[in-house]
T-cell receptor, first 112, second 113 residues
């Protein structure tokens, strides 16, 4: 069953604008990860945030985690056309094995 | 570094045929997984392995077999292909704990007719 649910399902913005995607999940997590998938390609790991962290930055990416609300957000600042892709959140639980449970993704379109 | 290599990239099977999707990684990762991706469904875990000789089922294991005889290789076998197995299959690997996230292969697009 899906653990994460991304919102919105699709997002269309202009270059230079910020893009925010949200992810909600159902059960307690060890960490939450965000991945990018360009059309027809494999997934690329973007950033990982642990359950005891609230915010993390990596370049133009900012991720927040609110474990009390079981939600996370991914902010991409100053978006570029090359950021056009699908973005997935994936959670890792406490089973002892770091398998990923994915949401259905947000499709981001950045227009020049 | 090749990372995670999946072969073949595309495959068409007839219903009832069997085949093996290959996955190899050269990063000495302990963890390896197989996912399938269907439109509107995200990625779902089929089988995973936490080391050579150790495998376990994921969310959608029916119709698939795996084995892990070496750290590098994690093949996925379709026993008797069905149209419901038409999908894009991804193999992924991670070091123990997945602290750096998973590295994904480029995928195998499988069509069962």
């Amino acid at each position: 069953s899906q653990q994460g649910e991304e919102d919105p399902q699709a997002l269309s913005i202009q270059e230079g604008e910020n893009a925010t995607m949200n992810c909600s999940y159902k059960t307690s997590i060890n960490n939450l990860q965000w991945y990018r998938q360009n059309s027809g390609r494999g997934l690329v790991h973007l950033i990982l945030i642990r359950s005891n962290e609230r915010e993390k930055h990596s370049g133009r990416l900012r991720v927040t985690l609110d474990t009390s609300k079981k939600s996370s957000s991914l902010l991409i600042t100053a978006s570029r056309a090359a950021d056009t892709a699908s973005y997935f959140c994936a959670t890792v639980g406490y089973s002892g094995y770091s398998t990923l449970t994915f949401g259905k993704g947000t499709m981001l379109l950045v227009s020049p | 570094n090749a990372g995670v290599t999946q072969t073949p990239k595309f495959q068409v099977l007839k219903t009832g045929q069997s085949m093996t999707l290959q996955c190899a990684q050269d990063m000495n990762h302990e963890y390896m997984s197989w996912y399938r991706q269907d439109p509107g469904m995200g990625l779902r875990l089929i089988h995973y392995s936490v080391g050579a000789g150790i495998t376990d089922q994921g969310e959608v294991p029916n119709g698939y077999n795996v084995s892990r005889s070496t750290t590098e290789d994690f093949p996925l076998r379709l026993l008797s292909a069905a149209p419901s197995q038409t999908s894009v299959y991804f193999c992924a690997s991670a070091s123990q704990g997945g602290n750096d996230g998973y590295t994904f292969g480029s995928g195998t697009r499988l069509t069962v007719v």
